[in-house]
């Protein structure tokens, strides 16, 4: 297997890059509808917010040792790290209001989400899960840093995007 990678070209390595973070996705979303048939969305949200908080601080580990990414890199650190989460590559989001000690991470195209709308689904509730993936993913990252919700479904928000969080450490003085 590892020749067969090795003789990929960038483009195709990148494509299937692309392919395995659907892959990703797809398992985590059927594995959640089918949490959801059998015990209802309330325990399918619980159970997944269970996962979550276990898989984002592998996640957060990983591409700190993968990227050489210091830990208590502070924000800088998490901004680097934000670009290779597994999903980075399949949504697309951006990270704004950044200095020092605070940066605003928002996911303008969520898939999951964008799909539930081309299906005329409502917004899928995903803030409960969602505080504890940023949060801990930030922390693993530098244990200093705060995250605070802007807006995440169930929450309204702008039609530019679907969620949006504030990182920040708090008195780090910003000179400027």
Same mark, same amino acid.
Not at 114 to 121: C, D, I
């Given at each position: 297997m590892r020749e067969d990678l090795e003789s990929l070209t960038k483009e195709e390595l990148l494509n299937y890059i692309e392919d395995l973070s659907k892959n990703w996705l797809a398992i985590d979303g059927t594995w959640f509808q089918a949490v959801e048939s059998e015990f209802g969305l309330e325990r399918a949200i619980e159970l /997944?917010?269970?996962q979550w908080e276990r898989f984002t601080i592998i996640e957060a580990k990983r591409i700190m040792n993968r990227f050489k990414i210091p830990k208590n890199g502070?924000?800088?650190a998490l901004i680097k790290a934000l670009k290779y989460r597994v999903y980075a590559n399949i949504n697309i989001q951006?990270?704004?209001e950044v200095s020092d000690n605070r940066c605003v991470f928002?996911?303008?195209d969520c898939r999951v989400q964008?799909?539930?709308?081309?299906?005329?689904?409502p /917004?899928?509730?995903c803030k409960q899960v969602g505080i504890p993936e940023y949060s801990l993913f930030a922390k693993t990252i530098d244990p200093r840093i705060e995250t605070k919700c802007i807006a995440c479904p169930p929450d309204s928000h702008p039609d530019d995007y679907w969620c949006a969080w504030e990182f920040t450490i708090p008195n780090i003085i910003n000179v400027e």
């Open positions: /997944d917010v269970k502070g924000i800088p951006e990270i704004i928002r996911m303008n964008s799909a539930r709308k081309r299906r005329g689904l /917004d899928f509730p």
